[in-house]
């Protein structure tokens, strides 16, 4: 059957789908189809949306900002929005941060944070070259990201293009240690550059958490080598885990940080990656060799630069610290009653997000079940989007214990239909 639309869809096997649900509007934790249909958006479209969809002042952000300056080239100019969004999230990041390049995706953000490690060890003269990252991360789909990202089915056609990473073993509950040891003696044998991590919690790797003195211990390793630790809060960013940024909770500043999504409330792409002092002095010389050569079109766009700072401005004046503080108590609270169902296993929150796996045999993140799970969930008008038997709920912080327990009465139908 040839496809209806010419339109070719991310992460989707249109063989297996051929339609998509087509959405009009939104409007707070809803999504509404052309014809009325209401679904309710339990992962945020994909982990942006963070205060709800159209939010009036990142909207009145957007349209202002459009009426008065739309785009303008970056390099050699600069704008109000964009001075005042890096300087908002300097204060806003973990101390220590001075320097913020803007590029307008997560992968983008990561891409530009593996380059300045190599641009700051090239432009000091020391031959460090490895990229350490953890097992089972994901960084996004870009070359560089794609490469410090776990391998699988999703990579194997691309192996050509990507370089080899050194893994460190995911820090599982007791056996943390062996984390730590694996990478002190990795940064002890080889020249690394660079330790990336997802910090507290790995997002499309399966939503696998560990604890915040686990993240300290990795950025202390890290310091004693000399290795500059990237930690990639695209996800985990904007409040997700309880705090603003993940590395809050383990009292650390990585060398280098990059956020996304939730960036501009998740209305607008755009990205940012901060980096301490150092990085940025290693850059700066009258040598036009030392210079840090990457760019793209849209850096730091005039629009997106608004919404962010529309996006700062509600975590400034609305109790959005309050709103995610709740959110995290609804969610524990509608999470014991599946801690104790045998077709459930692994039931675990971190901050506002939480995930249980469905207890089956075939439980790749290829396997149908998840299709499946999916499909029941949308017939409840629940959007969710299982990562293989991995079902995760992350909400915008603007949905009501009614609507989570929609959620949550989603899940135990919809999970009952698929075993
Ligand atoms: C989503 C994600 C990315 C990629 O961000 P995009 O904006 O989709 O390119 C990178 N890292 C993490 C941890 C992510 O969750």
């Known amino acids: 059957m040839p496809p209806r639309s010419p339109v070719w869809h991310p992460f989707t096997q249109h063989a297996l789908q051929p339609d998509a649900v087509g959405i009009a509007r939104g409007d707070g934790a809803w999504l509404e189809t052309s014809n009325g249909r209401r679904i309710l958006d339990a992962i945020s479209s994909w982990w942006v949306v963070t205060h709800g969809h159209c ?8 349209k202002q900002q459009a009426e008065m300056l739309d785009q303008v080239i970056f390099a050699g100019f600069t704008h109000e929005p964009a001075e005042r969004l890096a300087a908002k999230l300097i204060e806003l990041a973990p101390p220590g941060l001075a320097h913020v390049f803007f590029s307008d995706s997560g992968s983008v953000a990561v891409e ?3 380059k300045m490690v190599l641009g700051f060890w090239h432009n000091r003269g020391e031959p460090r070259t490895v990229v350490a990252a953890l097992e089972h991360g994901y960084h996004g789909d870009t070359t560089a990201a794609m490469s410090a990202g776990a391998r699988g089915v999703f990579s194997a056609p691309y192996a050509p293009m990507l370089f080899d990473v050194a893994r460190i073993p995911f820090p599982h509950a007791e056996r943390e240690q062996q984390t730590i ?9 080889s020249h690394v550059a660079a330790l990336i991590v997802e910090p507290l919690i790995l997002g499309a790797g399966g939503m696998h958490s560990y604890p915040a003195h686990v993240l ?10 000399g290795v500059l630790l990237i930690a990639d809060e695209v996800m985990t960013g904007w409040g997700r885990t309880g705090t603003l940024f ?24 755009l990205a940012a990656t901060l980096a301490r002092p150092e990085i940025f002095d290693a850059h700066l010389d009258e040598d036009r060799t030392r210079t840090f050569f990457h760019s793209s079109s849209y850096t730091a766009n005039p629009i997106c630069c608004a919404a962010a700072l529309a996006n700062c401005a509600i975590w400034e004046d609305e109790p959005v610290r309050e709103r995610v503080g709740a959110l995290a108590t609804m969610q524990a609270e509608r999470l014991t009653k599946f801690a104790d169902d045998p077709r459930f296993i692994d039931v675990r929150q971190t901050g506002t997000i939480t995930a249980l796996e469905l207890a089956v045999r075939d439980a790749g993140y290829l396997a149908d079940v998840g299709p499946r799970l999916s499909a029941a969930f949308l017939a409840r008008d629940v959007l969710l989007r299982p990562l293989g038997n991995t079902i995760y709920v992350m909400p915008p912080y603007c949905i009501s214990a009614a609507e989570l ?7 135990d139908v919809g999970a009952a239909s698929v075993l």
């Open 405 to 411: 327990d929609l959620v949550y009465e989603a899940i």
């Open 216 to 225: 300290r211990h990795m950025h202390d390793v890290c310091a004693a080598h």
């Open 181 to 189: 040891d694996a990478l002190d003696s990795l940064c002890r044998r």
């Open 246 to 269: 993940a590395c809050e909770q383990a009292g650390i500043t990585p060398d280098i940080l990059a956020t996304a999504k939730g960036l501009t409330g998740g209305t607008l792409p």
């Open 55 to 62: 939010h009036p002042r990142i909207v009145a952000g957007v």
């Open 112 to 114: 530009v944070a593996i």
